[in-house]
């Protein structure tokens, strides 16, 4: 009784958390192999094992164009965000000028709202660039690219910025006086000491993106364009929500796999740039 006044109820909050936490995975699993594939027949401990779900769903559906629209646009959308953020976030970090912090604190006070209040306007403004300007309108992959970066770029600055002010600034100097220009200053000597942050941030908003639901919904109609949250939206709807359950759950599977690969590959950086770049500065 002891022990467990001391030690055991922890032992018993963790088991309930990680019981807690595993339920819904494994109903998701259990449903993607349900050979039924409805919701009404779906429970924890399937009935029985069976791929129909997978093969209907790579076999029916357009989801190898969903899963390719996504990763392109994900990976597209955040890779140019951490480029951005990091020019953006270095000269807040190592310069001087008039407005820098005003400039700081209205990225900070624009991240108070969401994105979403601007939804109007900015389905006005694609409207008329999908007239002149079709390419990066509706239904493409770079207009929802340049729609993901305004909502990225302001977190992605001001997390790269505390990282940046923690590198000294005696390396500026030094490889000023060498003879080194900004742009050389930035890309061969900060960069590399920064690449924790630009892991971190990278992870982010590729998760973001990937599973960014309600401005794919409005602005890509097309079913060849659509990405996988709007595309497996759209099997589960009306009346379609019991009897393509179970290919809505073995696309949450293979939703997973892109996310999951790009954070091994990513791992090793992601606990030094979170403390690093959210502790300091």
Not at 212 to 217: G, P, R
Request: proline share 3%; glycine share 10%.
């Amino acid at each position: 009784m002891k022990w467990f006044k001391k030690v055991g109820w922890r032992h018993a909050v963790g088991v309930v958390a990680v019981v807690f936490s595993l339920g819904p995975i494994l109903f998701v699993i259990s449903a993607a192999v349900n050979p039924l594939g409805t919701l009404s027949s779906s429970q924890i401990v399937p009935s029985g094992i069976s791929l129909d779900n997978f093969t209907k769903l790579l076999r029916d559906t357009d989801f190898g164009q969903w899963f390719l629209n996504s990763v392109i646009i994900a990976g597209t959308a955040s890779a140019v965000a951490v480029f951005v953020s990091a020019l953006a976030a270095y000269v807040f970090s190592r310069r001087r000028f008039r407005g820098r912090r005003t400039g700081l604190l209205s990225l900070l006070l624009i991240q108070m709202f969401p994105q979403f209040l601007a939804v109007v306007a900015i389905f006005l403004m694609f409207a008329t660039i999908t007239d002149y300007w079709p390419v990066i309108g509706f239904n493409t992959w770079w207009g929802l690219v340049l729609l993901y970066l305004g909502g990225a770029l302001g977190v992605g600055t001001w997390l790269m910025k505390g990282f940046f002010d923690t590198v000294p600034r005696e390396l500026d100097e030094s490889a000023t006086v060498d003879g080194a220009g900004h742009a050389q200053v930035f890309f061969r000597i900060l960069l590399p000491l920064v690449a924790p942050v630009l892991a971190v941030t990278g992870l982010l908003a590729f998760i973001s993106t990937i599973n960014e639901f309600i401005f794919a919904n409005i602005f890509l109609t097309d079913s060849s364009a659509k990405t996988l949250s709007v595309g497996l939206w759209g099997l589960v709807a009306a009346e379609q929500r019991n009897t393509n359950f179970g290919m809505f759950c073995a696309g949450t599977l293979l939703t997973a796999i892109p996310t999951v690969l790009v954070f091994q590959l990513l791992q090793r950086y992601i606990v030094e740039g979170l403390t690093s770049g959210a502790v300091k500065g």
